[in-house]
């Protein structure tokens, strides 16, 4: 069972424009949402997270959005560069494993010169 | 140190060996994952520890899998007996207690031949 569910496997997008990746959760317990970005050969790092208490984060180019009703959650990297190019993760956490993250699988993410 | 280390970073195993990988968490953090990460794939949780005391090994895979931290910092994972379907990254992540920002570490390319 995919408690997570991201969108689109795979993104191009020329230098400039705008990257938007989405997010579907199942579980109504989860109450943190973050996203991270990973670049081949390294860890994850933390990008941007976001709470169900507001509709939308925002931290320079990256916005996240979130629609509690829908539970549903977004990525958007404004005006993006060529070194954002990496693989992009949505994760959930909370309820009552709420050490616990799970994660999307991911979104490659290519932005052309 | 800055950040949190794992050694070996690559390690190559025969069908049938033992292998042992090791995580040096963030110094003073209290809580420490264990992540799988198959390629193309999400990472997806393995063990949760508290200080010394495992709280969760609901994710690992099979009794061939043992994580421990005896001492509260460094954690070693152990896989028995390998078999091809183990190789993936295995991930190590840190963080503060209830604190929900997961730092991880570069990982550990396990391939099972």
């Known amino acids: 069972q995919q408690q997570v569910k991201q969108s689109p496997q795979s993104l191009i997008v020329q230098k400039g424009g705008i990257s938007i990746i989405n997010c579907a959760y199942e579980n109504t317990a989860f109450d943190y949402f973050p996203w991270y970005q990973q670049f081949p050969g390294k860890g994850p790092a933390l990008l941007i997270a976001?709470?169900?208490?507001?509709s939308e984060k925002k931290e320079g180019r990256f916005t996240i959005s979130f629609n509690k009703s829908a539970k549903q959650f977004s990525l958007h990297i404004m005006d993006s560069q060529p070194g954002d190019s990496a693989t992009y993760f949505c994760a959930a956490q909370g309820g009552g494993s709420n050490y616990k993250l799970t994660f999307g699988k991911g979104t490659l993410l290519t932005v052309n010169p | 140190g800055a950040g949190v280390s794992q050694s070996p970073r690559y390690k190559v195993a025969k069908r049938g060996q033992d292998v042992a990988l090791r995580c040096d968490p963030i110094?003073?953090?209290?809580?420490l994952f264990w992540y799988q990460q198959a390629l193309g794939q999400g990472p997806e949780f393995l063990t949760y520890f508290q200080n010394e005391a495992q709280l969760d090994k609901s994710g690992l895979p099979s009794d061939r899998f043992f994580a421990e931290r005896p001492e509260g910092s460094v954690s070693t994972l152990k896989i028995q007996r390998t078999q091809q379907e183990d190789s993936a990254v295995y991930l190590c992540?840190?963080?503060?207690?209830?604190?929900?920002?997961?730092?991880f570490g570069p990982g550990t390319r396990l391939t099972v031949l």
């Open positions: 110094s003073g953090h209290v809580s």
């Open positions: 992540a840190s963080t503060g207690f209830r604190d929900p920002f997961l730092f």
């Open positions: 976001i709470r169900p208490d507001v």
